[in-house]
């Protein structure tokens, strides 16, 4: 099996920079959207994009089979409900994401697959012309995240990455953004991330694959081992995989939600397109809490460690921005502001105002027809990625590093080998 097959290539050579319309399978008015990766998130964006008049979903993928006949019969299904026969056959369903891209007339795709294929299938469509919309955390390492943006800067496609919290969850990301770009709370000293430890190197014990799940595939790029259920679970289920536990596929509870709550701190701090300069694990990088970042200007950020009450007791909070003048918790269902010596602030007539977007695949289809950028896109997404990554290889290592946003580089060769990793020979791009 081989990753450059000769269709493949044929149907990427002819593709155009810009969405076709899907000729014999979409009205004229609408885009063609495939999914790759139609597990618990991948049915979730499904059901969001089914659910858009200005979208054709026309095909989808899966390496396991049960899941790939689920959403082609839900698609068909949902799309039969619209005509008076009640009979829809026009989905295509792909066992090999490549054979997806090259389906006649696919405008775009929605990538939902384990994070250690996201750059190589991303890649992929780019590089076939279609626009993306890819899940957090966008990248496994350091290395595949600027070779991502680099790719789909040349392939000129609209990217946006799956950061929903820039523009949902009741406006209060957003808000607390604003507030602190118009002074609320001073200037921002330390901000403190509340998400969960480090990956570890997968131990699981070898199963048998069951019938109708190509394991291999679902490896991909990741280094060669036995199936396990834990890994990809078995038929359509409903939970989030464990996958995300293990450093081979993913950055652990780190960077799962720290791709959204590290992504608010870096917006908030105007720090899209850098990343702090040194890397400092607490004295135990056991306890996976407690891992500090220092940017250029003296800002410092904590992972895991909170604020203490009068009673003590740990202040939780997504994120927490402490500023000269008071503090800011803010989590999808929190914002509270609490000013220093009962001062109260209120926007200026000139205010300085976010991106606006209150959907965040809406703002991606909006995107697709505008040509403008999205709210989330690949340089952003890399570099929230990065943070997350940067605080593993801190937890692993045990020891300060510093770390140069520009070159993307440490100052420490051992370091500087956790930034990349070589894939497999036969998935290699």
């Known amino acids: 099996m081989k990753l450059t097959r000769r269709k493949f290539i044929a149907a990427s050579a002819a593709a155009p920079f810009v969405f076709s319309r899907a000729s014999g399978i979409a009205a004229n008015d609408k885009l063609a959207v495939g999914f790759i990766g139609v597990g618990t998130m991948g049915r979730g964006h499904l059901g969001n994009l089914l659910g858009r008049k200005e979208v054709e979903v026309v095909a989808v993928c899966d390496v396991v089979k049960e899941r790939l006949d689920n959403a082609k019969n839900t698609t068909e299904k949902r799309y039969a409900d619209r005509i008076k026969s009640g009979d829809y056959k026009g989905v295509k369903a792909y066992p090999d994401f490549r054979d997806l891209l090259a389906h006649k007339g696919l405008d775009a795709v929605v990538i939902a697959t384990p994070d250690h294929w996201h750059v190589n299938t991303a890649v992929l469509a780019a590089r076939a012309g279609k626009h993306i919309y890819c899940e957090k955390p966008l990248t496994q390492n350091v290395a595949e995240g600027r070779w991502l943006v680099e790719e789909i800067a040349?392939?000129?496609?609209?990217?946006?990455?799956?950061?929903?919290?820039?523009?949902?969850?009741?406006?209060?990301?957003?808000?607390?953004?604003?507030?602190?770009?118009?002074?609320?709370?001073?200037?921002?000293?330390?901000?403190?991330?509340?998400?969960?430890?480090?990956?570890?190197?997968?131990?699981?014990?070898?199963?048998?694959?069951?019938?109708?799940?190509?394991?291999?595939?679902?490896?991909?790029?990741?280094?060669?081992?036995?199936?396990?259920?834990?890994?990809?679970?078995?038929?359509?289920?409903?939970?989030?995989?464990?996958?995300?536990?293990?450093?081979?596929?993913?950055?652990?509870?780190?960077?799962?939600?720290?791709?959204?709550?590290?992504?608010?701190?870096?917006?908030?701090?105007?720090?899209?397109?850098?990343?702090?300069?040194?890397?400092?694990?607490?004295?135990?990088?056991?306890?996976?809490?407690?891992?500090?970042?220092?940017?250029?200007?003296?800002?410092?950020?904590?992972?895991?460690?909170?604020?203490?009450?009068?009673?003590?007791?740990?202040?939780?909070?997504?994120?927490?921005?402490?500023?000269?003048?008071?503090?800011?918790?803010?989590?999808?269902?929190?914002?509270?502001?609490?000013?220093?010596?009962?001062?109260?602030?209120?926007f200026p007539d000139s205010a300085k105002r976010v991106y606006a977007s209150s959907d965040h695949k809406g703002n991606w289809l909006d995107c697709i027809k505008s040509g403008k950028e999205c709210i989330c896109p690949p340089e952003i997404g890399h570099r929230t990625a990065t943070i997350c990554h940067?605080?593993?290889?801190?937890?692993?290592?045990?020891?300060?590093?510093?770390?140069?946003p520009v070159k993307e580089q440490f100052d420490d060769e051992k370091a500087n080998k956790e930034l990349s990793r070589e894939p497999r020979a036969k998935w290699k791009v």
């Not at 609209?158 to 602190?180: H, K, L, P, Y």
Request: contains cysteine.
């Open 154 to 346: 040349k392939a000129k496609v609209t990217f946006q990455t799956g950061s929903q919290q820039r523009s949902e969850f009741d406006n209060r990301f957003r808000s607390a953004v604003e507030m602190i770009w118009n002074g609320w709370i001073g200037t921002v000293k330390t901000v403190r991330i509340g998400v969960g430890g480090p990956p570890k190197p997968c131990d699981l014990p070898a199963q048998e694959a069951p019938e109708g799940t190509d394991f291999d595939f679902w490896l991909g790029p990741a280094p060669e081992r036995a199936y396990n259920e834990i890994l990809c679970p078995k038929g359509v289920h409903s939970h989030f995989p464990a996958w995300r536990n293990y450093q081979e596929y993913a950055g652990g509870a780190l960077a799962d939600m720290g791709a959204h709550h590290f992504d608010i701190a870096q917006w908030a701090l105007k720090k899209d397109g850098t990343g702090p300069v040194q890397v400092i694990p607490p004295e135990d990088p056991k306890t996976g809490a407690g891992l500090r970042f220092i940017y250029d200007d003296g800002i410092v950020m904590i992972h895991n460690e909170f604020l203490k009450g009068p009673d003590g007791k740990d202040i939780k909070a997504d994120c927490i921005f402490e500023g000269t003048d008071g503090t800011i918790m803010v989590g999808r269902g929190q914002l509270d502001v609490r000013f220093k010596n009962g001062n109260t602030v209120k």
């Open 390 to 404: 940067l605080a593993n290889i801190g937890y692993r290592l045990g020891r300060k590093l510093k770390w140069d």
